[in-house]
C-alpha cells in the first residue's frame, strides 16, 4: 500500500562543490527530529562505482561503514552524528548500484523484451530506491551528490522530478543549496551564480521551494528579495546559511534562519509546538566553555586529505566534549617517521596521546610501528584502530618477542604472518569464506559484530559491559596462534569475537593507556553520546598534558 503521509525533502546543491549539502541536510534532519518528528537520511551518489569502498581515500575521503555491512559516502556518518539514527545499506545508492541492477534484471529477462533506457528503466529504479525499506518514518531527506548541471546526475534529477508528479506537492519539498560568493573589490554578495544554479534546475522541470544560500557574511534583505524574484519564491524561503565556527552550531544557526519553520510551513504541520534544541545548546554551551587543553597526534598517510579521517576527527572531537578539553589535532605522516635520523623525541615533544588510525598497504607502516615504540616505552596513551591495532602487534612482536620478521601477509609473503589474511569467519549471514584472489569490492570483513570483554580488563572498565558491537571493515586478522607469547610478555587480548577465534582488542595492562582496536569505534561516536573509548583516551591524555 502506497505510504500518503511519509513526506520527502530532496537536496539539491549548485554553484560548486563542497558547499556542506550533508551537513546542511544532517542539520534540517536533527531539527525536524528536534520538532518530534521521526527522520531517515539518505545519500543519492551519480559515480559509476558501485559504493565507494574501492575509492581511494586521496579523492573520496572516508569510506563510512553501516551496521548492516555496507561501505557508504562519508555524508552518511554526518547524518548518524547528528540524528543518531543508524545508517542503512539501503540509504545509500549510487549510478553504479543502479546500473548493475537494471543490467542483471535485463540479463534475467525481466524486461520481457523492452528496450532498457535511462527513462524509464533507470529512472524507475531510482525511484524505486528511494521509496524502499521506509518504516513510518515522518521524512525521508535524499541527498543527491554532486552539483546540478553534471551530466552524471541528470537521471537523479528526472527521478525526482518524476516522483514530484506523481507523490504531489503535499509529500515532496526541493530544498536547493547555492553559493552566495562575495566579492571584495564590489564588496557585495553575489547573487548571480545562484540565479544560474536555479535557472539549470527549472530546465530539468524543478523549481526548487526553499533556498540554503551558504555565504561568509550576512545577506542583506535587498539581496534577499532580488533572489526570490528571480529565482521564483517568496523572501522568507531564501535562507542564509553562514558560516559557522563548529559543525555543531550548525543545527541552531539554520533554525534561527528559519529553515525547519519554512520546511513545516511548506508541508502545513502543526507550528505550536517549539522544537527542544536542548541537545545542541548544550554541545555549544559545553565547545565555548571548554578549559582543557591538549594535543592529539594522528599518525597516518593520508594526512594531506583530512576528510580521508572525518569520523576519527569527530570522535576525537566528542571525546573532548565528554572532558571539557579542547582538541588539537597534530597530523604526522608516518613516513617521516622511516627515517632513521627521525627525532622521535622533538616530533612526539608536545603529544600528549597518539592513535595510529586504520590504514592500508605497507608503505608508511614502519613510521607507524617505530611511532607505536616510541609511545610504548615512552607511556604515552595510545590507541590503535584497526591497521594501528596490527601494526601494535607488529611492534611488540618484533621488539619485545623478538620476532625480529614478524609481518602482516598484507605486505606480501611472509614466513612469519603475524596479521594474516582471514579466510573463514561467522557473520550474522553464515559462514563467510575468502582467499586472495576474492574481488576486492564489498569482500571485507564487514559491518557489525559483537565482541566479549575480558572480566576485570581495563577496556571492560571503559565500555562498563560485557558483550558491546563495533563496526568492521578489514581484511586481516591477528593471527591467535601467537596469543599466550603475548600475554606471558605482557600484552594481553582484553576482546575477542563471541567464539574465541578472532582477536578483537588488545592492551597493556601496565602502560596507563594503550588499546588496540580491529574495529573503527570511531564511526559510533556522537557529539550528544560520545564514544567511551575517545572519553576515556581524551582523559588519560589530558592528565599526561598536566604532567608535562
Ligand atoms: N589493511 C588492514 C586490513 O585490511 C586494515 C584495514 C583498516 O584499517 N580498516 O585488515
Redesign the pocket.
Known amino acids: 500500500m502506497k505510504n500518503t503521509s511519509v513526506k520527502f525533502i530532496f537536496i539539491t546543491g549548485g554553484v560548486v562543490s563542497s558547499l556542506g549539502k550533508g551537513l546542511a541536510s544532517a542539520s534540517l534532519g536533527a531539527l525536524l527530529q528536534a520538532r518530534g518528528y521521526i527522520v531517515k537520511l539518505r545519500k543519492l551518489d551519480p559515480y559509476l562505482n558501485v559504493d565507494p569502498g574501492t575509492m581511494s581515500p586521496y579523492q573520496h575521503g572516508e569510506c563510512y561503514v553501516t551496521d548492516d555491512g555496507a561501505e557508504t559516502d562519508l555524508d552518511l556518518g554526518h547524518y548518524e552524528r547528528f540524528t543518531g539514527v543508524p545508517a542503512k545499506k539501503s540509504d545509500n545508492i549510487t549510478t553504479g548500484k543502479i546500473y548493475s541492477n537494471v543490467i542483471a534484471n535485463e540479463r534475467r529477462g525481466d524486461y520481457l523484451g523492452a528496450t532498457i533506457q535511462v527513462i524509464p528503466h533507470v529512472t524507475d529504479a531510482i525511484k524505486e530506491y528511494i521509496l524502499s525499506d521506509i518504516n513510518g518514518e515522518d521524512f525521508i531527506l535524499c541527498e543527491i551528490g554532486g552539483t546540478v548541471g553534471d551530466i552524471e546526475s541528470l537521471p537523479f534529477i528526472e527521478a525526482i522530478r518524476q516522483l514530484r508528479n506523481e507523490l504531489g506537492l503535499s509529500q515532496t519539498c526541493f530544498l536547493h543549496v547555492t553559493l552566495l560568493p562575495y566579492i571584495k573589490t564590489a564588496g557585495e554578495l553575489k547573487t548571480k551564480p545562484t540565479q544560474h544554479s536555479v535557472k539549470e534546475l527549472q530546465g530539468m522541470g524543478i523549481q526548487p521551494d526553499i533556498l540554503l544560500c551558504r555565504t561568509e557574511n550576512v545577506i542583506p534583505n535587498e539581496q534577499k528579495a532580488k533572489i526570490a524574484l528571480f529565482c521564483n519564491l517568496k523572501s522568507e524561503t531564501v535562507i542564509e546559511a553562514l558560516d559557522c565556527s563548529s559543525i555543531y552550531e550548525v543545527p541552531i544557526s539554520y533554525h534561527l534562519q528559519g529553515l525547519d519553520l519554512q520546511i513545516c510551513k511548506y508541508f502545513n504541520l502543526d507550528l505550536s509546538q517549539k522544537p527542544d534544541l536542548s541537545r545542541w545548546n548544550k554541545i555549544n554551551q559545553i565547545q565555548n566553555s571548554s578549559d582543557g587543553n591538549v594535543n592529539i597526534g594522528i599518525v597516518g598517510k593520508y594526512t594531506s586529505m583530512i576528510d580521508a579521517y572525518k569520523s576519527l576527527i569527530e570522535a576525537i572531537n566528542h571525546g573532548g566534549l565528554a572532558n571539557n578539553a579542547k582538541v588539537k589535532i597534530k597530523w604526522i605522516d608516518s613516513e617521516e617517521l622511516e627515517n632513521e635520523n627521525s627525532d622521535l623525541t622533538n616530533i612526539f615533544k608536545d603529544i600528549n596521546g597518539v592513535i595510529v588510525p ?3 598497504g605497507e608503505r608508511g607502516s614502519e613510521g607507524k610501528i617505530n611511532a607505536i615504540n616510541f609511545v610504548r616505552i615512552n607511556k604515552i596513551p595510545f590507541l590503535g ?3 594501528g591495532m ?1 601494526m601494535a602487534v607488529l611492534e611488540f612482536a618484533r621488539n619485545v618477542l623478538n620476532l625480529k620478521d614478524a609481518s602482516s601477509s ?1 605486505f606480501g609473503v611472509t614466513t612469519l604472518p603475524l596479521v594474516g589474511l582471514l579466510t573463514e569467519w561467522q557473520s550474522k549471514s553464515g559462514l563467510e569464506k575468502r582467499n586472495k584472489d576474492s574481488d576486492l569490492g564489498g569482500t ?1 570483513r564487514l559491518g557489525a559484530y559483537d565482541c566479549k570483554l575480558l572480566e576485570k580488563s581495563f577496556v571492560k572498565s571503559i565500555y562498563k559491559k560485557e558483550i558491546i558491537s563495533e563496526r568492521h ?5 591477528v593471527n591467535n596462534k601467537f596469543i599466550l607469547d603475548f600475554e606471558k610478555n605482557g600484552l594481553i587480548f582484553s576482546g575477542m569475537s563471541p567464539d574465541n577465534s578472532l582477536p578483537e582488542i588488545l592492551e597493556i595492562p601496565m602502560h596507563p593507556w594503550f588499546v588496540g582496536v580491529q574495529f ?1 569505534p570511531e564511526l559510533k561516536s556522537k557529539p550528544f553520546d560520545p564514544h567511551p573509548l575517545f572519553s576515556s583516551l581524551i582523559e588519560a591524555s589530558l592528565k599526561k598534558s598536566r604532567l608535562l
Open positions: 586504520g590504514g592500508f584502530i584497526c591497521f596490527q598484507e571485507m571493515r578489514h581484511r586481516y586478522e573503527h
